[in-house]
């Protein structure tokens, strides 16, 4: 996400990096270049306007540090400029005082809206609450069964009535049955529709006067051109939204979209989509969002991610594990696993700085992680808890089992017995290297 | 209503947005270099693209500086030719070679495929053609329903397997069907994708070599389903595509609903692949040939 934008910016800033102070006439330079790389990225050119204006009253004015070099201070101007149009805080869904606290979805046909009700039902339920899911999409044939499997999927229940064509009626109905149910969430999902199709839009107005909603959320596609201004204006004038939701932004969309919508609606972005599984659903920070535009890498993200993948107790235990030099196959596959459930790792490696440049080109076989855990599973216990027992024809029936050959169980174990002197080095033996206090095997 | 009204008030809002603005900034004003630049913004805020509407505009300052450009009327025209020159002649779908023409349908999430792909049926089924559907979006939960209901509008038969099964197996089966059947046209359903995955992609490589091994002659089309609200992603999409599995042509959806259309210039400009279907309504025959000259007339009648 935003890959192309930031790479645009940064070549820029390197331009005036390698300058030895910046002049007025670099800051215009730089400001058109940032000009066009917006409008690209699919900004709207009047909210590019805006923004050109604001980074060159700052670029001139006085907030110049001392301690900063002239490339340094643009791009910091440039940055929080990002972060304020962006919106300063993220910002979470409000819950109601009384429950159940009922959430609408809308937006254009093909945004995600479906997906994204049950992405939002998952994360709610992972913070113990009780979500219920309504299929008022009586519009597009099977949105209906779509909404049904995933949350079957899911295990969270799903309202739906296929034999009404009445949306209004069949949300009314749905809050009915969730104040019965005791459920404490409830997000709707209505049709996709133009923002200029007025009977649609007044269904919508309808649905929303019936089960007056604590929010209505607008999923918007990141992907979208000029016209995202239109679509985020009309929607929040007839509508009125509280919050946006962002999706596709694990493709290569520039994503210029989440300044548009956020600058002419003022509503923030609260959650992103990054990817077709269920769980790919993250929250929006305005920060590192601008952060990663300036091709600075979403560390933080990523730590975060990882934190939530890997359990505090079993990052206990495999560190008494690693120190006491026991990892085995078994632990190795278990780190895989968790690794794997935190994304591809091309979007993992692209959030750390200065990957997004070094990996552009480079393919990461993700079959490869796949084979290694087929390897895994074809050994025995044992094996698995003792590696030094694979000898050759073990080797050779682990092969046969795994649907790979002996060259690449050699490759596993040097893999493995490399990672193993790594960690003896770590537990402080002879360099003295000295273990963290909260390692992992992820770091 | 007939098909050129349709396209009219189905594009009633780029013309709004893009003619209209030309029209009011300069009704008053007198036509020089700086209306140049007015000019590109307007363009720009159509999804042309910074580059399309540099291009343009380069072209238009020059035709001002010799005096070529004087009044309103000479800019509207020149806009006019420059739009049908950038956009090309009609290049709608024709079938060829022997049967089954095989139509593969990719795009990322949400272009609209299966809806598209139950337009194209109908309307194939109408001219008399036997049509056989592949669902081989077995990825999205009720995919394969979504598209069984479009292919009973349409009167087309499908091939499905279950949901989460290879879609290439679809693929194939669909193509092997077509031919035992005797069928005239197969279109396959392809689950959406974003271009940067790459082991999607590479999923997409395998049904595409799949059809091939089935009838090498196929697919003979395949068709990029593309969003008309996205921006210049749309350029990546179509580039990615294309280096995967080689786009014959585009299906532009959705453009009744947004303000804009420039995707379409920019597309053509910078890859030459022709945009051969445009969807101007939520109607089962709301999906009709692109023909440049006339969308561009639309936009200035």
Not at chain 1, 1 to 9: A, I, P
Not at chain 1, 148 to 160: A, E, M, N, R
Not at chain 1, 251 to 258: H, L, V, W
Not at chain 2, 275 to 282: F, K, T, Y
């Amino acid at each position: 996400m935003f890959d192309s934008l930031s790479e645009k910016l940064e070549s820029i800033f390197n331009k005036l990096k390698s300058r030895g102070f910046l002049k007025e006439e670099d800051v215009d330079v730089a400001l058109k270049e940032i000009r066009l790389a917006l409008l690209e990225a699919d900004v709207n050119y009047k909210v590019v306007k805006e923004f050109i204006e604001q980074v060159r009253q700052r670029a001139i004015g006085k907030e110049v540090l001392e301690s900063l070099s002239p490339g340094q201070q643009v791009i910091k101007i440039v940055h929080d400029t990002l972060c304020e149009t962006l919106g300063g805080q993220s910002s979470r869904i409000q819950l109601a005082a009384n429950p159940p606290t009922v959430i609408m979805m809308t937006g254009l046909q093909g945004s995600g809206k479906t997906t994204t009700s049950a992405k939002l039902a998952r994360i709610f339920r992972k913070e113990g609450r009780r979500p219920l899911l309504v299929a008022a999409d009586l519009q597009r044939p099977a949105a209906i069964d779509q909404l049904i499997t995933l949350g079957k999927q899911l295990d969270i229940p799903v309202f739906s009535n296929k034999d009404t064509k009445d949306p209004v009626f069949l949300s009314t109905e749905a809050l009915k049955q969730a104040k019965i149910d005791g459920r404490d969430i409830v997000i709707i999902d209505t049709a996709g529709r133009l923002h200029i199709d007025e009977d649609l839009m007044n269904q919508l107005q309808r649905i929303k006067d019936s089960v007056k909603p604590h929010e209505v959320l607008l999923v918007a596609d990141a992907m979208t051109g000029q016209d995202a201004v239109n679509m985020a204006k009309t929607f929040n004038e007839r509508i009125g939204i509280d919050g946006i939701i962002l999706t596709k932004m694990d493709g290569d969309a520039r994503g210029g979209a989440a300044l548009s919508i956020r600058h002419v609606t003022g509503k923030p972005i609260k959650y992103i989509g990054v990817g077709e599984k269920i769980d790919a659903l993250e929250q929006f920070y305005p920060d590192r969002i601008a952060t990663r535009i300036l091709g600075m890498g979403d560390v933080l993200t990523l730590i975060e991610k990882a934190q939530q993948s890997f359990d505090a107790k079993e990052a206990e235990k495999l560190q008494k594990k690693l120190i006491e030099e026991e990892f085995t196959f078994e632990d190795l596959r278990d780190q895989l696993k968790k690794i794997r459930s935190m994304g591809t790792i091309e979007s993992l490696l692209s959030m750390i700085p200065g990957m997004n440049k070094a990996i552009k080109d480079v393919k990461v076989d993700e079959k490869e992680f796949v084979k290694i855990e087929a390897i895994i599973n074809s050994m025995t216990k044992q094996e698995r808890a003792n590696p030094n027992i694979l000898n050759g024809s073990r080797r050779r029936r682990i092969a046969m089992g795994s649907g790979t050959s002996v060259a690449d169980i050699n490759r596993l174990m040097k893999q493995y017995l490399e990672m193993k002197k790594m960690l003896k080095m770590f537990k402080g033996g002879k360099k003295g290297f000295r273990l963290p206090k909260d390692f992992s095997f992820f770091q | 209503m007939g098909f050129f009204e349709r396209l009219k008030s189905g594009i009633a809002k780029t013309k709004q947005n893009l003619i209209q603005k030309v029209e009011n900034v300069f009704q008053q004003k007198r036509i020089d270099e700086s209306s140049a630049d007015e000019i590109e913004e307007i363009l720009i805020s159509a999804d042309f693209g910074a580059q399309s509407a540099t291009e343009i505009v380069e072209l238009l300052k020059e035709k001002i500086r010799a005096g070529e450009i004087k009044t309103l009327d000479n800019l509207k025209a020149f806009l006019r030719q420059e739009m049908s020159r950038m956009l090309g002649h009609s290049q709608p779908i024709v079938f060829f070679g022997e049967r089954p023409f095989v139509i593969l349908t990719v795009g990322v999430n949400g272009a609209g495929k299966t809806t598209t792909i139950g337009k194209l049926a109908s309307r194939f089924v109408s001219e008399g053609y036997s049509v056989l559907i592949g669902a081989a979006d077995t990825f999205r939960a009720a995919a394969i329903e979504q598209l069984e209901t479009w292919a009973k509008r349409a009167g087309a038969d499908i091939i499905m397997h279950k949901s989460g099964s290879d879609p290439a197996a679809v693929a194939y089966d669909t193509v092997e069907a077509a031919k035992h059947r005797g069928i005239d046209v197969v279109i396959i359903d392809t689950a959406g994708r974003l271009q940067t995955k790459t082991p999607l992609m590479e999923e997409l490589k395998k049904i595409h070599r799949v059809i091939k091994k089935s009838f090498n002659d196929a697919p003979q089309e395949i068709l990029l389903v593309l969003d008309a609200t996205t921006g210049q992603n749309a350029i990546s999409q179509a580039r990615l595509f294309n280096d995967a599995v080689g786009i014959t042509g585009i299906a532009l959806t959705k453009l009744d609903g947004t303000a804009k259309g420039g995707i379409v210039f920019a597309i053509k400009r910078e890859l030459g692949i022709p945009v051969r279907l445009i969807g101007i309504g939520e109607g089962i025959d709301d999906l009709k040939d692109f023909n440049p000259e006339e969308f561009v007339k639309a936009l200035f009648d």
